[in-house]
């Protein structure tokens, strides 16, 4: 997982077959690769093909022959990516190893979306594309590694789509990205776009970045006007309502904030585990005005589970007259992994305590600090910037599966 481009030293190809062959050839000239097959028959024929350095394995079990092709190449895991068309196969990859995970097919769906792969594309004929053009690129190109000096977010970002079922509607979600909870562990340790996330619900640091990725990707949609799920008359804060100015401005579309309310409160999403409860406390309770009449409407929000509080008020819209409205979201929340135990910790030298994931005051750059970080005991030392710290992460294999930060709140 969490390859960053530029690091890759080589694929694993795990398919049933080998269709696309000159594609498959040029990339095997150009990068380290082992092929894992379902059927001897096939290999002996492709081993003609290919250059001599090429590793060809039938698939016996899944996991034992990725360690095989990877000790055949040499190479370490968190320098591998897995490459298939079969999404269970990477579902169960991801679950169990620390490679990274590239997917291919022409469509995703709404049952796949909470386990994404590192990378997605529609065609092989683009894997040489996504490794020559994203350089640095590490899971979200919109999290692209991001030194202590603040280095300015590629907005070239991988984004994925797929259509989302909500009471009879077909509702098309576009996502920048993957958002992991704190429980984890290892990914939430190195994932640059869920603690940006975290970080703007107390503060609007991010707002700049926000407003990147969402323009970027409206700009592409031709809408005719841009809102957010609204607050909750609680008096809850419109965390949205700037971005979605800055946005109606950048994308030339109207900002349809004020069409779009919440008309009573209702218990936090999070308290409920399915799209069926949570679409019951949200029914009813939004409306919209006729303002939205025949227009096709952006709905933004930052992280999207179940999907039923943006359901909700995608239907108002369309129920209100709204000729189409589309989600666009910063993330989508991933489902626990089931990860082995920790080898060794990631822990501070002066105190010896965890070392966090840690946003810089200015909101640019990341570090690792512990818990006591700011304390004057703590003031000379150095703290680990990010590559350094998930370096050492990826090397000392630390996988541990405890929560150590309530972030629940964000699931809504
Ligand atoms: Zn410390």
Known sequence: MFVELNELKGFIVLLEHLENLDEWIEI?????????????????TLKE??????????????????????????IEPFETVVI?????????IQNHSRVGTLYINSTLDQSQVGHMPDYYLKEVKDIIRLVKEYPGYFAEVNTTIINQYGESFSNNG??????????GLKLKVIAGGRYYSSRHYFKNRVHQLSHRI??????????????????????????????????RPNGERDRFRQIVELISAETNTINCCDHLKCIEDFPKQKTMTNQESRSINVEGKFVSSPDCRGKKIV???????????VGECAKTLLASGANEVVIVVLAVNQYDPIFPVHEKKFTCSICGEDLHLRLFKNGKGFMYGCNNYSRADHNNSTPVFYKEGWEQINSQNILKTDDFEDDEHLFF
């Open 198 to 231: 975290i970080r703007s619900k107390s503060n609007d640091s991010q707002m700049d970045l926000f407003n990147g990725i969402f323009s970027s990707i409206i700009k592409s949609l031709n809408a005719d006007g841009v809102t957010r799920v609204p607050p």
């Open 158 to 167: 991988i984004v994925f789509e797929y259509f989302m079922e909500y009471k």
């Open 84 to 92: 298939s068309k079969n999404f269970e196969y990477l579902k169960t």
């Open 28 to 44: 095997s000239n150009k990068f380290s690769c082992s092929f894992i097959l379902d059927s001897d028959k096939e290999i002996s």
């Open 299 to 309: 709905l933004i929000d930052d992280v999207i589970t179940t999907g039923a509080t």
């Open 49 to 74: 093909l290919f250059n001599n350095d090429t590793f060809f394995l039938k698939k016996e079990t899944l996991l034992p022959s990725l360690d095989q092709a990877m000790s055949h190449m040499n």
